[in-house]
Nanobody, 112 residues
């Protein structure tokens, strides 16, 4: 149901933009859902990074506030995560989520 992309290798201080598309969701379903990005670093539990409600209200975990921005384009059934000023500790597999649906994960690696 969810297709994540945009991960890759970045240097510390660099930027990446993740995308999560929901091609098989109908528009009204997608637009009504809260959407989130999670990440899981090696040996760590999966953590919530950012969330955007169906009313476009956003929230972030403290470690990414001021650096990451979550947004959504309901017409494209896509949610984005703009990641700026990346740090090595941002290295993880990033997953998009909507209720019980999960994307396949996209790897972000930040080198120092």
């Amino acid at each position: 149901q969810l297709q994540a992309s945009g991960g890759g290798l970045a240097q510390a201080g660099g930027s990446l933009r993740l995308s999560c598309k929901a091609p098989r969701m109908i528009f009204s379903t997608f637009s009504g859902k809260d959407m989130a990005w999670y990440r899981q670093a090696p040996g760590m539990q999966r953590e919530l990074v950012a969330l955007i409600s169906n009313a476009h209200i956003t929230s972030y975990t403290d470690s990414v506030k001021g650096r990451f921005t979550i947004s959504r384009d309901n017409s494209k059934k896509t949610v984005y995560l703009q990641m700026n000023n990346l740090k090595p500790e941002d290295t993880a597999v990033y997953y998009c989520n909507a209720d019980a649906y999960w994307g396949q994960g996209t790897l972000v690696t930040v080198s120092s």
